[in-house]
């Protein structure tokens, strides 16, 4: 299979896994490169996060964004600067990220993420050939987040490849199976696809960020 740079770029330790892990694991020969930018500093979180990485042989870094129970919103520029910091400074064959619409009811720092990375590749302050957006949503909280079918990428998880990403959820992140996330854990993975910068500006500022 065909080998690709990619940076997969999230607000938290375990947003990789949830929504993008099944990915990860089904493409072990593209050199994945995995940026959180919440809980550099979480004596519980970060470990673990570094731990994923040596599990799935990607490299990575963390950033210590604001990330408190207030859940105040982020200045976009100061989000724009870390993400410009920590990633290496190199062209990627592919960016995948947060939906600016988040992946669920809802959380300001995956809208903040997404956003932030469509436009730094809009300005050219980040280089890839395409950019893929998790593709998720949960009816307004009716149920637990389902990847959409009619997604640009859609891919249903064998259930070797799921019961791996849900290993990584509960055994090495050590959510409690009856948790919130390891409920979650989806079993097929969507991502919105773009190849041209100035679509995925458009969509955002259409605020059609569902798909």
Known sequence: MESKTVA???????????WAGGTVLNHPSWNWFILSL???????????????????????????L????EQKPL??????????DLLP??????????NPSGEYTRHLR??????????????????ADELWTFAYGDGHREYYPRA?????????????IWLKKYRLITEI?????????????????????????ETAKKWLNNKGHVL
């Open 8 to 18: 997969l770029i999230v607000a938290h330790p375990d947003d990789e896994i949830l």
């Open 75 to 84: 200045d976009e520029k100061e989000v724009e600067q870390t993400i410009q």
């Open 110 to 127: 995956h809208e903040e993420t997404g956003k932030a990375v469509i436009n730094l590749w809009h300005t050219g302050k980040i280089f």
């Open 148 to 160: 959409f079918e009619s997604a640009s990428v859609y891919t249903k998880l064998t259930k070797e």
């Open 38 to 64: 919440c809980r550099g500093s979480d004596p519980d979180r970060a470990p673990k996060f570094h731990k994923v990485l040596e599990i799935l042989g990607a490299e990575g870094i963390m950033g210590d």
């Open 66 to 69: 604001d990330d408190g129970p």
């Open 89 to 98: 400074p190199k062209h990627f064959d592919l960016l995948i990220t947060h």
């Open 173 to 197: 992140y050590g959510f409690d199976k009856k948790s919130w996330e390891a409920e979650t854990t989806p079993k097929s993975e969507a991502f919105k696809q773009f190849t041209d910068p």
